[in-house]
């Protein structure tokens, strides 16, 4: 039913960098017709040019969706091109980091339905996930539509307040570099014991990759799945004894970590 709307009405995707194109890849994946797509995109790639959708060709009076996916730092200059769409029927979504709903609700308009959401960049491969939060003019359809939208590339979870906003962003949002790191970090602990760059950097690569689609597969708990690979007095025991000490381990780095990625994302909302 959302696409089905969509399809009638259009939706304009303003800015189609790395996270724009995968959205829009995925929704033309999931049967999105190109020509319900306008696009807004001041360097337009060889990709985007030959999908079919309308790229900079000016936008539909009234929209079904207009889907802001412009860096936080460029949203300023680059609002004004979808401003007259505000305090109507369009539903205004933002996938920006640290730009509020009132900061929006400010630039379109108090009556504009806004959805703000905090996607991932394994939406690139169709493996992210999105929190989502909306404003009282955006309502249930509107978080409908805004899931069913950010479905197309990952997992949805919805927010009680945008208050929690900060955290998504501290935790998922940012979450990627933190296991990029860990692979780094694995390559050159393996490094360290004697192996060649190359061999531990592809053992960290694949251990980590095969953990996580394990995890994602698996119906056990994370908690199970280190249990099942942990034997008593065995080398993950060894290694578990440093990762998980509760004073230097990994839980506390990564609560401060995450911490401070979630009060940057504050500071940036101020």
């Keep these: 039913m959302a696409f089905e709307l969509v399809a009638r009405d259009g939706l304009v995707l303003l800015g ?38 309308q790229v900079n060709k000016g936008l539909p009076h009234a929209p079904a969706v207009a889907l802001l996916a412009v860096k936080p730092q460029m949203m300023g200059a680059a609002l004004p091109a979808v401003q007259a769409l505000g305090n109507g029927t369009t539903l205004m979504v933002s996938i920006a980091a640290g730009t509020s709903i009132a900061s929006f609700e400010a630039a379109f308009g108090d009556r504009t339905p806004i959805v703000r959401t905090m996607p991932n960049t394994p939406a690139m491969v169709g493996r992210g996930i999105t929190g989502i939060v909306g404003n009282a003019h955006a309502g249930a359809r509107g978080l409908d539509l805004a899931e069913a939208l950010m479905a197309a590339v990952g997992e949805v979870v919805r927010l009680d307040s945008e208050a929690q906003i900060d955290a998504v962003t501290g935790l998922s949002g940012s979450g990627p570099a933190y296991v990029f790191h860990l692979i780094e970090a694995m390559a050159q602990a393996g490094q360290a014991q004697g192996l060649p760059a190359e061999v531990a950097m592809k053992l960290a690569r694949a251990t980590v990759c095969g953990a996580g689609e394990l995890a994602y597969r698996s119906s056990d708990t994370a908690a199970q799945l280190r249990i099942n690979v942990t034997s008593p007095g065995g080398t993950t025991a060894a290694a578990l004894a440093h990762l998980m000490d509760q004073g230097t381990g990994l839980s506390p780095l990564m609560a401060r970590a995450v911490a401070a990625a979630t009060q940057r994302g504050k500071e940036l909302s101020q």
């Design 16 to 53: 189609c960098g790395k996270m724009g194109s995968a959205l829009l890849a995925g929704w033309l994946a999931a049967g999105l017709p190109a020509g319900s797509v306008w696009v807004l995109e001041p360097h337009p790639t060889d990709w985007l040019a030959g999908t079919g959708v």
